[in-house]
Structure formats: C-alpha cells, structure tokens
C-alpha cells in the first residue's frame, strides 16, 4: 500500500437528505457522520425505510445530499463536475445489486469485461483478466453462459467478478444476499470476505442479513436517518450460525 494512501477512503460529515413528497418534506437521513476505514468491511444495517439505502447511494455517487460532504480519499464529491464523477464512479468503485443487473444478451465474461471497455482497456487484456476474476470466483467453466444460463447464486458470482474489474478501491454492495437462499448467500458472504482480504478492496454492505455481521470488522446500524450506534464486530455477541437453522 502507498505510503500517501489516506487512511480513511470514505468519509461523510453532516450527510442530510430531504425529499419532497405530496407537499411533505422527508428527512431519509439526518446528520450521518462516518468514517471507513481503508481495507475495512463494513455492514450498514437497519430496518426498511431507515435510510441505509441512502446512505449507501451518497457514498457512491448515485445520488447527491441535501447538504453535507461525502469524500472519497479526501475528495469532495460535490466538487466534481459530471465526467469527473463518471470517472469516479467507473474506476474508484465497484457495485453489486440485490439484483445482480446484468445485461442478459451477454455472456458472464463479457458483462464482466465492459466496465473495463469502457474505462478504456484494450480488449485483449479485460477478456484476459476477466476471464481470471471469473476463475477467482469459481466460474471458469462458465465464462460464456449468459445469465439465463446460470442460477442466482452464479450470477450474483459474475456480478462480483464484474465488480473488481477495474481494480476499485471500494465495492458497495447493495443487500447482496437479497434474492439468494441461505446457503447460497453465505457462500457469497464468504466470497466477499475472501476477496476484501486478498485485494484490500474496501467493501461497504447495505443489508439486513444478519450473517453478513460475522464477516464485517464493524457493523453501522441506522435508524430513522440516523447512525443508532457503530460496533467492532468483536463486541457483537451473536450465534449467527444458529439463527438461520444451521448448527454449527
């Protein structure tokens, strides 16, 4: 890691964001102040309608506060003009959506390659590379199936695979877990932990998976737009193998 390398990769100071709605105005979050950590994996937790969501958005530049900073390694978002923030978003961060969202007329290999077109890599190397993300997350033999072809736990694996492709410093994982089986969404719990500790990459997790807790250094619970309290997982006292019928 460079020596220049700021501690703190995200940092958020004041975060507040109202919406309008029917003449009402509604505060989803109100004066969020965080700071993560570099090489951290960190789990946002909360009940629906808590402002996790939102959060999580701010941090990756898919929606703007209504006042307050979000900075990402000491930049101020707010600052950037649009294809500053599309550069941002293309290189600096890697996402992965309940909904896997992939391009269904491509094959696994090919979805996970485009990040890299479009932040201009020769085709030679993302179809090399992507083809090593995709044995990293134990797909090697299904590089060219297109999602239709794969279950949903192999396409959320793509949409890993697709995540890392232009090296990010962050992967924001919007409840990961959401449409999987138990099973399967452990096996990509675990396959993310795996991959924060081999890459360093910065994973922030907005979800309501408790066994996402095990595997996360500190978990930031919300509620009503606001940050309840933060724990170091250590100091959370959790079976969490027991609560979803496992006995381990």
Known sequence: MASTAYEYIVRTKDLVKEYTMGGQTLR???????DIRRGEYISIMGPSGSGKSTLFNMVGGLDKPSSGTVFIDEVDMAQLDAFEMAWLRCRKIGYIFQTFNLIPVMTALENVTLPMIFAGTPTDEAIEKGIKLLQTVGLGERIHHKPTELSGGQQQR????RSFANDPAIILADEPTGNLDLRTGKDIIELLRRMNKDS????ISATHDLKMIDVSDRVVWIRDGKIDKIEARADIDLKVGT?????H
């Open 28 to 34: 989803a979050l109100n004066g969020v102040s965080l």
């Open 158 to 161: 793509v949409a890993i695979a």
């Open 200 to 203: 360093g990459v910065t994973v």
């Open 243 to 247: 609560m979803d019928g496992e006995s």
